[in-house]
């Protein structure tokens, strides 16, 4: 298994939270795991976690991605912010 610095991944897809990085990749590879797809063949022979770090890695993360998981967090920062 290759390992990931998380800085490096931070600047990589312009997300300045390890937190939401952590949770961008698990909700990559739970979204691979759902779907059986992988999408090229060099990520064919990996597990999904590795799958989408590997994406993450060389920038291949579809923007859509980062978007929904900073609308998210948004939201829940918001919804934090009434509750207290």
Request: proline share 1%; with cysteine; glycine share 2%.
């Amino acid at each position: 298994m290759k390992f990931y610095d998380i800085d490096a991944l931070e600047s990589k897809c312009s997300i300045e939270n390890k937190y939401k990085i952590t949770a961008l990749v698990a909700a990559r590879a739970r979204w691979f795991s759902e779907q059986k797809n992988m999408l090229d063949a060099e990520s064919a022979n990996e597990k999904y976690l590795s799958a989408a770090l590997l994406e993450i890695d060389s920038g291949r993360l579809p923007t859509a991605w980062i978007e929904e998981l900073e609308a998210a967090a948004a939201a829940a920062d918001s919804a934090q912010k009434s509750t207290d």
